[in-house]
């Protein structure tokens, strides 16, 4: 595209780029305005706001980058298409009964992660209407979706760096101005009317002079899959030494940490990128040692999905479902499509190229699929999860004093309330589960604090007295109820923590027994004194989180280490010098 052409495209097209920007800016700009501390309409209106706040979020983007490349009517039929998802997620998302889970989040805008998915899925189908439309064909041409896909990712990429700059620009010179006693511009920064609208033509503006310099695209990103493409090797290699030296290892040391899962899933989604960006739109296969590691990428991916897949369904079996956990699931199902085909597009005889375009397109109208499901009732993983755990609790798969009926309030939406209140009104239900539902239907905010140990018979019901066979003397519950350790002890019984425990241990041969207090990952130690009562000593650190530390002192699994050096008062204070010893994660 030559001058002219450029200054052709910013002519025609920079009229309507910037009267949708402006549209969008002023949109968002007045939700943001009812949206404020005291809500007015239509923020009072949930199942008209959160549409309207995606709808103004999404589809001016998507109109900008639809309207250049299909005609007008088969656009605005797309648009309205697009609009109809996007308000459909909105309903739901105000109808399906979120509760917040800490003071600070907002009960009037989407989740964020509804923003996130919605954003992904429609930029995804647009990578697929786009070419269909255009050709007028069912199945689009591979190489026209990943041109498509690929152009626009690279001009939202661009886009946002450049919007970035901008507002960078924007406040560094208020800054500067403000040096010489000039604050307009810092005055005008903080002004919504100004803010939302300058964000959206900044945004349009990026995209409309990447319209006008296609070459600039294509440069881009032919520079960048050749660089990335490069990754595949090193990454092939490191996966194959993984998947070798796996039958040599316990699986069991796999599934320690709770990450195992996601990282799994994220190298085979960086696999899949590279393979990608080796391949590109498959009319050029790489050779040399890209051809190859192609191959052994191709063979790689599913093993890793199959991997994270066996690890969800331990936690899985052992839990049940959660709504992460569904999320999770989600997930794995739609890696395992271009897991599975590359495998076969490897194996097979024939045109790799084609098994790969055909792999590629399967895979991202089953994320769409995938992503609109979760976003609606028809998948939405509160339901699920309801579902699966009310069905746990019924068979006695998980004792009713065990059961984490905050999950259900809170991550549950509309079918936990639901469950909740009707288990809370079952006079057939076990005692444990009603004052549990009663309890969670109570609670207003996921993340609160925890209830205070309110006496001695509640002490002994929650805490945990160890070596077994010992019981707690009154007066030392009484002086760890009336020590304000951050305003008191609290013990919560939740399932995935345990109880506070109280560990008696001998320090020394020559000292009476000490009380070890353990309030989450606090250890603090009491002495007894004269005349029967109990003291504060100190706090016991290291260990603080490891069961191990605990039963090893319960056991009396230990030994007397003499200080480094001794301890220095300072005033009222007293300094102690730690041993620089390696640690070693809990096991």
């Known amino acids: 595209m030559?001058?002219?052409?450029?200054?052709?495209?910013?002519?025609?097209?920079?009229?309507?780029?910037?009267?949708?920007?402006?549209?969008?800016?002023?949109?968002?700009?007045?939700?943001?305005?009812?949206?404020?501390?005291?809500?007015?309409?239509?923020?009072?209106?949930?199942?008209?706001?959160?549409?309207?706040?995606?709808l103004c979020t999404f589809l001016p983007p998507l109109a900008m980058l639809a309207l250049p490349r299909l005609p007008r009517r088969v656009a605005f039929a797309w648009l309205a298409a697009a609009a109809l998802a996007t308000a459909a997620v909105g309903v739901h998302a105000a109808t399906r009964g979120t509760v917040p889970h800490w003071p600070s989040e907002s009960s009037v805008w989407p989740r964020p992660g509804v923003w996130f998915a919605l954003g992904a899925a429609l930029f995804a189908a647009q990578a697929l209407a786009v070419p269909a439309l255009r050709a007028r064909r069912f199945r689009p041409a591979y190489a026209e979706v990943f041109e498509t896909a690929t152009r626009t990712l690279l001009q939202l990429g661009l886009t946002a760096a450049f919007v970035g700059a901008f507002w960078l620009v924007l406040f560094a010179g208020a800054a500067l101005l403000k040096l010489v006693q000039i604050e307009f511009l810092e005055q005008l920064l903080q002004r919504r009317w100004f803010s939302y609208p300058a964000g959206t033509l900044a945004f349009a503006a990026g995209l409309l002079l990447l319209d006008a310099r296609p070459a600039l695209i294509a440069g881009v990103r032919s520079v960048l899959l050749g660089l990335?493409?490069?990754?595949?090797?090193?990454?092939?290699?490191?996966?194959?030494?993984?998947?070798?030296?796996?039958?040599?290892?316990?699986?069991?040391?796999?599934?320690k940490s709770r990450m195992s899962a996601s990282l799994l899933l994220g190298m085979a989604a960086a696999l899949a990128a590279f393979l990608n960006c080796a391949c590109q739109d498959g009319e050029a296969p790489p050779r040399g040692v890209r051809g190859l590691a192609v191959r052994v990428a191709a063979f790689e991916i599913l093993p890793l999905v199959g991997l994270a897949a066996w690890g969800l369904s331990v936690r899985v079996g052992q839990y049940g479902?959660?709504?992460?956990?569904?999320?999770?699931?989600?997930?794995?199902?739609?890696?395992?499509?271009?897991?599975?085909?590359?495998?076969?597009?490897?194996?097979?005889?024939?045109?790799?190229?084609?098994?790969l375009a055909a792999t590629n397109l399967a895979?991202?109208?089953?994320?769409?699929?995938?992503?609109?499901?979760?976003?609606?009732?028809?998948?939405?993983?509160?339901?699920?999860?309801?579902?699966?755990?009310?069905?746990?609790?019924?068979?006695?798969?998980?004792?009713?004093?065990?059961?984490?009926?905050?999950?259900?309030?809170?991550?549950?939406?509309?079918?936990?309330?639901?469950?909740?209140?009707?288990?809370?009104?079952?006079?057939?239900?076990?005692?444990?589960?009603?004052?549990?539902?009663?309890?969670?239907?109570?609670?207003?905010?996921?993340?609160?604090?925890?209830?205070?140990?309110?006496?001695?018979?509640?002490?002994?019901?929650?805490?945990?007295?160890?070596?077994?066979?010992?019981?707690?003397?009154?007066?030392?519950?009484?002086?760890?109820?009336?020590?304000?350790?951050?305003?008191?002890?609290?013990?919560?019984?939740?399932?995935?923590?345990?109880?506070?425990?109280?560990?008696?241990?001998?320090?020394?041969?020559d000292r009476p027994d000490s009380a070890v207090f353990y309030d989450g990952g606090r250890a603090s130690v009491f002495d007894p004194v004269t005349g029967g009562g109990w003291r504060l000593l100190g706090k016991l650190v290291g260990g603080e989180y490891c069961d191990e530390v605990r039963r090893a002192l319960a056991a009396g699994g230990f030994a007397p280490e003499p200080p480094v050096l001794p301890n220095l008062r300072v005033g009222d204070r007293v300094l102690s010098v730690l041993p620089d010893t390696p640690r070693r994660a809990c096991e």
Request: net charge positive; glycine share 8%.
């Open 228 to 255: 990335f493409s490069w990754l595949l090797p090193v990454a092939a290699l490191v996966v194959a030494i993984f998947l070798i030296g796996l039958p040599f290892v316990s699986l069991a040391d796999l599934w």
């Open 321 to 355: 479902w959660s709504a992460e956990r569904i999320e999770g699931a989600a997930t794995i199902g739609i890696a395992a499509v271009p897991g599975a085909g590359y495998l076969l597009a490897a194996t097979a005889r024939g045109a790799w190229s084609k098994r």
């Open 363 to 509: 895979a991202l109208a089953a994320f769409v699929a995938a992503m609109l499901a979760l976003l609606t009732p028809v998948a939405d993983p509160a339901r699920l999860m309801v579902a699966d755990q009310s069905a746990r609790l019924q068979r006695g798969a998980v004792p009713p004093d065990r059961f984490d009926y905050t999950a259900l309030k809170f991550d549950g939406a509309r079918w936990g309330r639901a469950a909740l209140e009707g288990l809370a009104a079952d006079a057939a239900a076990p005692a444990a589960a009603r004052q549990g539902a009663q309890a969670a239907l109570a609670q207003t905010l996921r993340f609160q604090p925890q209830p205070k140990l309110s006496g001695r018979d509640d002490f002994r019901r929650v805490v945990e007295i160890l070596p077994n066979g010992r019981t707690a003397p009154d007066p030392l519950i009484d002086a760890i109820l009336a020590t304000r350790i951050n305003d008191g002890p609290t013990c919560p019984p939740r399932a995935d923590r345990r109880h506070c425990q109280l560990i008696f241990v001998r320090f020394a041969a």
């Open 2 to 54: 030559n001058a002219d052409d450029e200054l052709r495209t910013l002519k025609t097209r920079g009229a309507g780029y910037a009267g949708l920007a402006l549209a969008q800016g002023i949109g968002l700009c007045l939700l943001s305005a009812a949206a404020a501390e005291s809500p007015t309409w239509p923020a009072t209106v949930p199942t008209l706001f959160r549409p309207l706040a995606l």
